[in-house]
């Protein structure tokens, strides 16, 4: 059976950053898609010989560059009334229940009261 290799695997052998190896296995046709994915191990002799020949291996694995982080989007500032004045929220009443309304049903509700 073959064996299976990661991308990120190759890379660290390699020297390389995951990014150079998976733009060389894209050179050379083999299907991958992100560092997490794998290949047999007749691939990965075709990406070492192609690596060495091309002069890319390196003794140690270079850092990966951090993603830069894009700063959150602030909210919306508050509107403000004309004479500078914060505006508040229109609260809506709470719909009164049969009893409190006084219809004097008895028993529209559980209370005795009504």
Known sequence: MAKILRVHELAKELGMTNQETLDLCGKLGVPV??????MIEQ???RVRARAERDGLKR?????EPKPVKKA??????KKTADDGSEEQP???AAKKS????GTGKE????ESAC
């Open 72 to 77: 959150a989007k602030k909210a919306a500032p």
């Open 33 to 38: 898609k992100n560092q997490s994915s794998t």
């Open 90 to 92: 229109v609260k809506k």
């Open 98 to 101: 049969s009893c409190e309304e």
């Open 107 to 110: 028993g529209c509700c559980k």
């Open 59 to 63: 003794d140690v694995q270079p850092e």
């Open 43 to 45: 691939q990965a002799d």
